[in-house]
């Protein structure tokens, strides 16, 4: 009898003890949830949506142009920003005073942006991004501290936490995030 019950015992502790591992190694290595604040990435994000990000996805291959992507924010811990990729490694960005973004000398064709872009801030001068580097914006351009200010700036590849992939809450908006 006593030895039944110290097999049931070691059972649920062994059962309990790789929850929690497999739970350690999908929040470290496979997903992350994150809290949008504010509105900078309105209307494609609102401020209070829950999301997950995939953070293995970029292991495999490289980000790609309109992608939302996580990332900490430089100078206030456990700060992350939620921004769209503009710019990819080794494009030269430049933003001109009509709000018109350009790529290598050609204008972007996109319709992520919620207004017209009304301060190039950094981009205002031609950007040359190095072979790790990406250009962010947010979608609610007039609002979104970015990669046209100097305390964003800039990401580096290695900065990437992950891209925003599905929105768990609200619920009435959960679902797959399009990018």
Known sequence: MKNKLL???LDYVVWLGSVILLSWLLIH???QRTDVNGLSM???LDHADQLLADKISYRFRDPERFEIIIFPYRYQEKTYFIKRIIGLP??????DEAGNIWINGEILEEDYGYEVIT???LAAQEIHLADDEYFVLGDNRTVSEDSRYPDVG???RSELIGRAWIRI????KFGIIEH
């Open 154 to 156: 800039n990401i580096k």
């Open 42 to 44: 309105y209307p494609t």
């Open 29 to 31: 290595f496979v997903v």
């Open 169 to 172: 809450y609200p619920f009435s």
């Open 90 to 95: 080794g494009e030269t960005v430049y933003i």
């Open 7 to 9: 097999s049931t015992i």
């Open 119 to 121: 301060f190039p801030g």
